[in-house]
């Protein structure tokens, strides 16, 4: 029998042979205080294109990031190879703090949400008046999620020149949304853009609507090529009579500090993830009337204190109607 004692050495103890190191790993990590600070332009199969000063750099994510994912438009922090260059790949080792998120999960139903964006001030919600019909129920899910993800809404209205916009800007009047109303015309002259333009100015917004209504086209517009290839590859399908994006993808406009970014269509706008008690936050004027609301309120009940302080001269009736019914919108489809 083998002893152990102050004379042993290596040779004397016994080990399994190929047996995998046991020594625990640090929890510490390293705090990558050189690290460059970048923008996440696009992601594509677990490839970040980043901009990082005026280049665009290629990039994963860091294993030690976990299972925390970067989206268009996080701010990150990145170290390895900087240049650029073919065949070069940084890494994504930091994700900054996010400002807003835009969320959608597939489905009511479906308990996975998605992030969309990360940052962006505003969501443009296009919508065609004809051919395709609009789709109030879409829009008050978009309005819900940028509301609940604190994000500005903008309403951009095209092909006026099949309907008029009256009817679709009468229901949304009591939110005060700012809109763009554009013709068919007007996309295909770029007069469309430029009065679009004038509401992007210093921002990030984000670009959502369903297939059809023109949005890809009024990105092209605002986005000319020569910026486009600034930003390196841009991720789409185009189809013969249309032009499809297939991820989202940050692209920048001549102001500074002002991008856009096009978003896949979306055929639903799941809100299951949006907590219907942060709705209420987008409706100031209404919001201090909630504090005599019951607990757990849906603000659509006999006891919610929202109809007294209506009563009382607080808030417009309307405003209240709005609130409720995008606060529908969480239970119904967009059908309905």
Known sequence: MRRYGKHTDEDDIRTRPGRRNTRPRTTIRPKHEDA?????LTVDRGRLTCLVGDRTVLAMKARELGRKAAVV??????????????????????IEERTSVLRRTADDDDPFERVVVANADQLAIVTALADPEPRPRLIDRCLVAAFDGGLTPLLVMTK?????????????????????????????????????????TGKIT??????????????????????????????AVTGRGRHT??????????????????????????????????????????????????RACSHDEPDCALDDWVAGGHADPARLYSLRRLLATRERTEGD
């Open 245 to 294: 994006t297939t991820s989202a993808l940050a692209l920048p406009l001549a102001a500074p500090d002002s991008w856009v970014v096009d978003t896949p269509g979306v055929r639903s706008f799941g809100l299951h993830h949006v907590d219907p008690s942060r709705v209420i936050h987008a409706f100031p004027d209404l919001e201090p009337g909630t504090a005599g609301c019951p």
């Open 160 to 200: 006026s020149d099949l309907a008029p916009p009256d009817k679709l800007l009468e229901l949304y009047g009591a939110l005060d949304i700012p809109h763009v109303v554009t013709s068919r015309e007007e996309l295909e002259t770029g007069d469309a853009a430029e009065r679009v333009r004038d509401h992007l």
């Open 36 to 40: 460059a600070e970048g923008m996440v």
């Open 73 to 94: 438009g996080d701010r990150v922090a990145l170290v390895g190879d900087l240049s650029g260059k073919k065949d070069t790949l940084a890494r994504i080792v930091r």
């Open 206 to 235: 984000a670009f959502v609507g369903h297939s059809g209504v023109g949005k890809t086209t009024l990105v092209n517009a605002l986005v000319p090529d020569d910026r486009r290839r600034s930003t390196g590859h841009v991720n």
